[in-house]
């Protein structure tokens, strides 16, 4: 079956630091791979997209993930976190819908 | 232009009563998606229209939940008889068709059973 796993609920970064947040998958075959980010009180964003093409996909906001067969895992990174960063982001599977990972809170403080 | 919007923004009801929800899809966009967010939980699918038509029913948790989209663009989210474990974030997406990985999602629907 495919599936996503968001393998933290909460990450918590300085301002300026780094930003990893884990995500592993499970599938059969080759597999659309999303992560989107919802900001307190605002609806999903889509902030990048992964579709068998380049393994290192840039997204929005600074952001980008690393698609890595071999470890089954699209996992995204920033170099440096902004406050504005905080939000829940959940690591997304496309079949002929979206399965939703679990989300993970980043937190980011001054 | 505009994006997706829903309504109401929040619901209170008693446990027991009907609630409606809506959602108004991006103007051209053929799919649209309902989920369910709970608290402490990823969003959970409940039901995909293309068009008027719904091909994907699966996620619907009991027969107390139905939908309908009509004219190819609002679309409607019944709970009947409403339970505390209902109490959730009701989210609304659409989509171009084809383009399932590009939803573009509403502020949902809070809604409280008491």
């Known amino acids: 079956a495919q599936s996503v796993t968001q393998l933290d609920s909460h990450v918590s970064v300085s301002e300026g630091t780094p930003v990893l947040l884990r995500c592993n998958y499970s599938s059969s075959y080759s597999p659309s791979l999303f992560w989107y980010v919802q900001h307190p009180n605002k609806g999903l964003q889509l902030l990048l997209k992964?579709?068998?093409?380049?393994?290192l996909v840039k997204g929005i906001n600074g952001f980008e993930a690393e698609f890595k067969k071999s470890e089954t895992s699209f996992h995204l990174t920033k170099p440096s976190a902004h406050m504005s960063d905080a939000a829940e982001y959940f690591c997304v599977f496309s079949t002929d819908k979206l399965i939703f990972g679990t989300g993970t809170r980043l937190q980011v403080f001054p | 232009g505009a994006g997706v919007s829903q309504s109401p923004s929040n619901k209170v009801t008693e446990k027991g009563k009907d609630v409606e929800l809506r959602c108004d899809p991006i103007?051209?966009?053929?799919?649209l998606y309902w989920y369910r967010q709970s608290l402490g939980q990823g969003l959970e699918f409940l039901i995909y229209f293309q068009g008027n038509s719904a091909p994907d029913k699966s996620g619907l948790p009991s027969d107390r939940f139905s939908a309908e989209r009509t004219g190819g663009s609002v679309s409607t989210l019944t709970i009947q008889r409403t339970q505390q474990e209902d109490s959730a974030v009701y989210l609304c997406?659409?989509?171009?068709?084809?383009?399932?990985?590009?939803?573009?999602f509403g502020p949902g629907t809070r809604l409280t059973v008491t």
């Open positions: 103007s051209g966009h053929t799919a």
């Open positions: 992964y579709t068998s093409a380049a393994t």
């Open positions: 997406a659409s989509s171009l068709a084809g383009q399932t990985y590009e939803q573009y």
